[in-house]
């Protein structure tokens, strides 16, 4: 079974300051895939990147980043030069190699001060 | 334009009805997803479908089922309803089901059980 664990339940941040937060999983399956979503107030969610367990380079997308440790067991999403619209939930979630049943963890609350 | 919708948005309901919540996607995926985020934003997944295998959560009451007249739509149907189904319900689809499959998240509908 997969498990995903954020740690910091809420965070703030200044505006145009970068913050991390963090992510750590644990799973027995040599291939996973790992997965960023955003919250808003409004409630949908948004995809905001993608880590596969065998991809050599971390992956970026835009402002977003994510430092992947492998060794660690460690997924944690870079977000650089905060923005007020910034705010929000953000989850972390696995793909298992057996299909893409997404475990979540329990979310880190965002708030970029101005 | 909408990539995944879902109908109704908002759902209250009296304990002991049947309700049904319509999800569509035109994104031309295989796989589509039903999952349940309690009030403490706890998010679960519930079921996967394709058109050739459903996969069950196993912690799921037999009281939800989901039923799929198409590739393009997947609605979840919920028996007997309980005060503890009260959570809002999002829809998801991914092109194939791996583990290397993003999922695309609809706006989610928010259910009160009274």
């Known amino acids: 079974a997969q498990k995903i664990t954020q740690t910091q339940p809420g965070m703030f941040v200044q505006e145009k300051e970068a913050v991390t937060l963090d992510c750590t999983y644990d799973?027995?399956?040599?291939?996973?895939?790992l997965f960023w979503y955003k919250q808003p107030s409004s409630g949908e969610m948004i995809f905001l990147i993608y880590?596969?367990?065998?991809?050599?380079q971390n992956a970026t997308e835009g402002r977003y980043s994510l430092n992947f440790q492998k060794a660690r067991k460690s997924a944690n999403l870079v977000i650089s030069a905060s923005q007020l619209g910034d705010s929000a939930m953000y989850f972390c979630?696995?793909?298992?190699?057996?299909?893409?049943?997404?475990?979540f963890g329990g979310g880190t609350r965002l708030m970029v001060k101005p | 334009d909408t990539a995944v919708s879902q109908t109704p948005k908002y759902l209250v309901t009296q304990m002991g009805n049947d309700k049904s919540i319509k999800c569509e996607q035109n994104l031309g995926h295989d796989t589509m997803y039903w999952y349940k985020q309690d009030s403490k934003k706890f998010l679960k997944i519930m079921f996967s479908y394709n058109n050739k295998e459903l996969i069950i959560n196993e912690t799921v009451p037999n009281r939800f089922s989901p039923k799929s007249p198409d590739k393009a739509h997947l609605n979840l149907h919920i028996n007997s309803l309980e005060l503890g189904d009260s959570a809002v319900y999002f829809c998801?689809?991914?092109?194939?089901?791996?583990?290397?499959?993003?999922?695309?998240f609809g706006p989610g509908t928010r259910l009160t059980v009274l």
């Open positions: 998801a689809s991914s092109q194939d089901g791996s583990w290397v499959d993003t999922q695309y």
């Open positions: 979630a696995m793909s298992p190699n057996a299909g893409n049943m997404l475990t």
């Open positions: 799973t027995s399956d040599p291939s996973y895939g």
């Open positions: 880590q596969g367990s065998y991809d050599q």
